[in-house]
């Protein structure tokens, strides 16, 4: 991989294939989703967005702690302020949101690869991600409770993900999880040993990467907007979106190289 921003809060990384990690690189602060890392991740994240030979994102991290979530030392800072922080939280809260929604919303698949400690909104950044895998010494959390503070927003990406149920368990007790439970409850799709998860998660990632972006654009889109439709709602919508899928170049390709057994072409159109 083709490597930048290398003393950076955040780096990132490419291959040939298209594959691009955006590493959190900050373990002395746990990887705190500060100010600072969380306008490095969202510049990486609109840069990929935009950036046609980039078909796939990994989001990985340095240190034993893959995302403390929120910087404490911050949000604490701006109590000193004269509405005693309000602005100032509403500011951090704002911009955390529409980080995690950047993930949810960017056309390229997003794969959380998760190698040590994910709590509070380090836990959200997991879940918003719409592939996650995880070492098995990973551990998952949603704390807040413990220090007054519920993880309102954690929580939202948590509950669209794993049942209510499990997703109350998580944030009424503030408990660390496993890899292995989370992966029971849904929270991430597997487990992997520690010293194989890069190497499963860029496998992963290349399998993706082969499939037409046009395609996966379209697909991703429509899982997300449907998830909260009737049934019904999003029955209509769906097939609205696979006539026009139909339509497309890479469909045409697709299905012909299929019938004529084949590899397909893909023009990513």
Not at 185 to 204: C, P, S, T, W
Not at 225 to 238: F, G, R
């Amino acid at each position: 991989m083709s490597s930048r921003n290398n003393n950076s809060i955040v780096k990132t990384s490419s291959n040939s294939d298209g594959i691009l990690r955006i590493t959190l690189n900050n373990p002395k602060n746990h990887n705190a989703l500060s100010e600072e890392m969380m306008l490095n991740m969202q510049l990486a994240l609109n840069e990929a967005a935009a950036d046609k030979k980039i078909r796939v994102i990994i989001i990985s991290a340095d240190g034993p702690t893959f995302s403390a979530g929120h910087d404490l030392k911050e949000l604490k800072a701006g109590r000193k302020n004269p509405d005693k922080g309000k602005a100032y939280f509403k500011e951090v809260m704002l911009k955390c949101s529409k980080l995690m929604q950047s993930i949810v919303n960017n056309p390229k698949p997003v794969i959380a690869e998760v190698a040590g400690v994910a709590t509070a909104a380090g836990c959200q950044l997991v879940a918003s991600c719409d592939l996650a895998y995880a070492g098995e010494s990973a551990r998952f959390a949603t704390p807040g409770v413990n220090i007054g503070l519920f993880c309102s927003t954690p929580m939202v990406a948590l509950s669209r993900n794993i049942s209510n149920k499990h997703s109350m368990e998580m944030l009424l007790t503030g408990d660390l999880i496993s890899s292995n439970k989370a992966a029971e409850i849904g929270l991430i799709n597997k487990m992997i040993d520690d010293n194989a998860l890069q190497h499963f998660v860029l496998e992963r990632a290349l399998k993706v990467s082969k499939k037409s972006a046009m395609t996966l654009k379209i697909g991703k889109k429509t899982f997300y907007k449907q998830i909260d439709m009737t049934l019904s709602e999003a029955y209509d919508y769906a097939s609205n979106v696979m006539v026009e899928n139909m339509l497309k170049l890479d469909a045409e390709e697709g299905i012909d190289a299929f019938i004529n057994k084949r590899k397909p072409n893909w023009q990513d159109k």
